[in-house]
C-alpha cells in the first residue's frame, strides 16, 4: 500500500490540498475510493498520484493510503467536479 509523501505543496496553495502517492496509473483525473473516503485522483506525473479527500481534514503524511476504485472522468465533467470542491 502507498505511503503518502510530500509533494510542492502547489495544490494546498490553491485551497485544494492532496494526498500524494507513489503509483503507476494511466494519466487522467478519476473519482477514487480509498480507504480515508472518496476523493479526485489526479494521475499527472511519471508514478505518482494526488489525491484530493472530499470533507477530508488533517494530515496524511507517512500514512498508507490505499487507492480501492478509481473510475476516469470524461473531460467534460472535470471542470464541474473542481467547481463542486471548492463550494
Same mark, same amino acid.
Given at each position: 500500500m502507498p505511503r503518502v509523501i510530500h509533494g510542492e505543496g502547489e495544490a494546498s496553495l490553491m485551497?485544494?490540498?492532496t494526498a500524494n502517492v507513489e503509483l503507476e496509473c494511466e494519466? !487522467? #483525473?478519476y473519482l477514487c475510493e480509498t480507504n480515508y473516503g472518496h476523493g479526485l485522483a489526479i494521475?499527472?506525473?511519471e508514478? !505518482? #498520484?494526488e489525491v484530493h479527500l472530499f470533507g477530508f481534514e488533517g494530515s496524511?503524511?507517512?500514512k498508507n493510503l490505499e487507492i480501492k476504485r478509481m473510475k476516469p472522468i470524461n473531460?467534460?465533467?472535470i471542470?464541474?467536479?473542481a467547481l463542486l470542491i471548492n463550494e
Open positions: 485551497g485544494l490540498p494519466k !487522467g #483525473v494521475c499527472a506525473f508514478n !505518482g #498520484v496524511l503524511y507517512g473531460k467534460k465533467r471542470l464541474e467536479v
